[in-house]
């Protein structure tokens, strides 16, 4: 079975904050993909990644960066971390293009206090 | 751009009783439409796609594309249907990326 690790469960960060969010895959997938997950609003696309240190903007990019140095790894980055960013964080993987039978984590809840 | 509605945030049913998650699209191609799920305390998971015309786990889900919907349904609703689906829409072939609806809570009531 491919597995997403995302290596945070809960996070606790103060407004202002750099924050990182990691994500592992270990089934050589070729797209990552990070999602935040909000009730009545769904998932919605931040940032993905079709190859090492490609990367392409989502719906909602603003506020977040990402880093994909190696192919088993998808970093997303919060700047400076504000309250409106506090969500359910979802990493996703898939092995080619025109795969969508995504492989989830298991998310990482993130509070900005 | 391409849209994904699912008009019920939640949805009640009886155990034994048919049960149907709306989900209607906008998009000006030809889609690929998905259902996912998930179950409490675990991860999103594929259940099934139109392409594939398969049932799992006794749901179903035709694509009109006259309406423009991908409705989800099963006949005989059990408890271990409780969940979170979310319908989903993926783009032009060379598109890499799913777009969610909101999604719909369904509660199986015994």
């Known amino acids: 079975d491919v597995k997403v690790t995302q290596s945070s469960r809960y996070l606790v960060k103060r407004t202002g904050e750099k924050v990182f969010l990691e994500c592992v895959q270990d089934m050589d997938h070729e797209n990552m993909f990070w999602y935040r997950q909000d009730p009545g609003l769904g998932l919605r696309l931040i940032y993905f990644?079709?190859?090492?240190?490609?990367?392409e903007k989502g719906d909602i990019p603003e506020g977040y960066s990402v880093s994909r140095e190696k192919k088993e790894r998808f970093s997303l980055i919060l700047e400076s971390a504000s309250t409106n960013q506090t969500s359910m964080y979802l990493c996703a993987s898939s092995l080619e293009t025109g795969d969508y039978g995504y492989t989830f984590g298991s998310g990482t809840r993130l509070t900005v206090v | 751009a391409q849209r994904v509605t699912q008009p019920e945030k939640l949805l009640s049913v009886f155990k034994g009783a048919p049960v149907e998650l709306k989900c209607n699209y906008s998009?000006?191609?030809?889609?690929?439409l998905f259902w996912y799920v998930q179950y409490s305390r675990q991860r999103l998971q594929l259940l099934l796609r139109?392409?594939s015309r398969e049932s799992i786990k006794g749901f179903t889900a035709d694509l009109n594309k006259g309406e423009t919907s991908f409705h989800l349904k099963k006949p005989f609703a059990q408890e271990e249907d409780s969940a979170m689906y979310y319908c989903a829409l993926s783009g032009p072939s060379n598109d890499y990326k799913l777009s969610f609806g909101a999604g719909t809570t369904v509660t199986v009531r015994a």
């Open positions: 139109h392409i």
């Open positions: 990644s079709y190859d090492v240190k490609m990367k």
């Open positions: 998009y000006s191609g030809s889609p690929e």
